[in-house]
């Protein structure tokens, strides 16, 4: 974003902050199947340590971050992991998101199934995240977009 | 809840909606916006839906509002009233 003038004092703030956001959307996100929460808020709280992190610094912040293009192939690699989970339950014998039919070898089924449920929610946080990532830059750019 | 809390909470829900929506300039609205986002958060936890008060922390007073400064800061305003 282009902004009249440029003050520290925001971006350390910023700086002091980001960090502490994106570990707590961690927390969010890996004990979605004890807690509140899972991963669309965990996402969401990712996505917005980084947005913080874009309306201080701007563009040039945000090339050292997370790059404009690489925010389609992580949504893409998000989306692969839930479907891909699912579908190797299904290529095993049982439903879609069937948790305890997943090929993981040496694993009790209640640990296999909290196991499946990690996995698909660190696939939704990807995906959360680097969309809304993605719908920030793309309303910053504007209409010369592509 | 203390039902003087959750009557405080409800007048400022209804100031802050009101301010947003009286108020001329755009960036005071986006923040008024934020506050009512976070104020309604607070009553969905008092209510007993975590989950729900959570993502409209999350989304609406976190997301939202910096989606809405990037709007406000890249449209431009026709009539000066």
């Known amino acids: ?146 | 809840m203390i039902w003087e809390l959750e009557l405080i909470i409800y007048v400022f829900l209804a100031l802050s909606a009101v301010v947003a929506l009286e108020v001329t300039d755009m960036l005071v609205a986006v923040v008024m916006m934020t506050i009512f986002s976070f104020l309604m958060a607070l009553l969905f936890i008092a209510m007993g839906a975590i989950d729900v008060g959570f993502t409209e922390a999350v989304i609406g007073a976190g997301v939202t509002g910096i989606l809405f400064v990037v709007v406000v800061f890249r449209t431009s305003r026709k009539s000066n009233d």
């Open chain 1, 1 to 146: 974003m282009n902004k009249p003038f440029q003050t520290p004092i925001v971006l350390l703030g910023a700086r002091l902050l980001s960090p502490y956001i994106m570990v707590f959307g961690w927390y969010v996100i890996f004990h979605g199947h004890y807690s509140p929460g899972g991963g669309f808020q965990g996402g969401a709280l990712l996505a917005a340590s980084i947005l913080l992190m874009r309306v201080a610094g701007g563009r040039t912040v945000a090339e050292l971050q997370i790059k404009e293009f690489a925010t389609t192939p992580l949504a893409v690699i998000g989306v692969m992991i839930y479907f891909a989970t699912g579908l190797v339950a299904v290529a095993m014998g049982g439903y879609f998101l069937d948790y305890g039919m997943l090929p993981i070898p040496g694993m009790e089924p209640d640990w296999l199934r909290y196991t499946g449920i990690l996995i698909i929610e660190v696939g939704i946080g990807l995906a959360v995240m680097a969309i809304l990532v993605m719908i920030y830059d793309n309303m910053v750019r504007g209409e010369d977009y592509g």
